[in-house]
């Protein structure tokens, strides 16, 4: 079994930062996909930030030149790096990984538990 565990949210005013963090633990062969999702109050669940093995990036139109994900292959954690945040972002933020827990075994996707994310004045 694979743990995903988030933290860095909480209240921040708007045009501050905030940096989360995901460490992956558990029964891990390999780590492919890690991403950052989003959930607002009334809203489906969107992709924010997605990155690779190999580091190759992506995000959704409403972060981009805002966020940035990055991540330590060797701490299996993923980070997202939020700037110039605006009350639009608050949600509660999701962290994913797809783990392969041994050679033998296929990819599952393993979801955190959540952190939340308010940006008000």
């Known amino acids: 079994q694979v743990q995903l565990v988030e933290s860095g949210g909480g209240l921040v005013q708007p045009g501050g930062s905030l940096r989360l963090s995901c460490a992956a633990s558990g029964s891990i062969f390999d780590v492919y996909a890690m991403n950052w999702y989003r959930q607002a109050p009334g809203k489906q669940r969107e992709l924010v930030a997605a990155i690779t093995s190999i580091g190759s990036t992506n995000y959704a139109d409403s972060v981009k030149g805002r966020f940035s994900i990055s991540r330590d292959n060797a701490k299996n954690t993923v980070y997202l790096q939020m700037n110039s945040l605006k009350p639009e972002d608050t949600a509660v933020y999701y962290c994913?990984?797809?783990?392969?827990?041994?050679?033998?075994?296929?990819?599952?996707?393993?979801w955190g538990q959540g952190t939340q994310v308010t940006v008000s004045s």
């Open positions: 994913y990984a797809a783990v392969r827990s041994s050679y033998s075994e296929g990819v599952t996707d393993y």
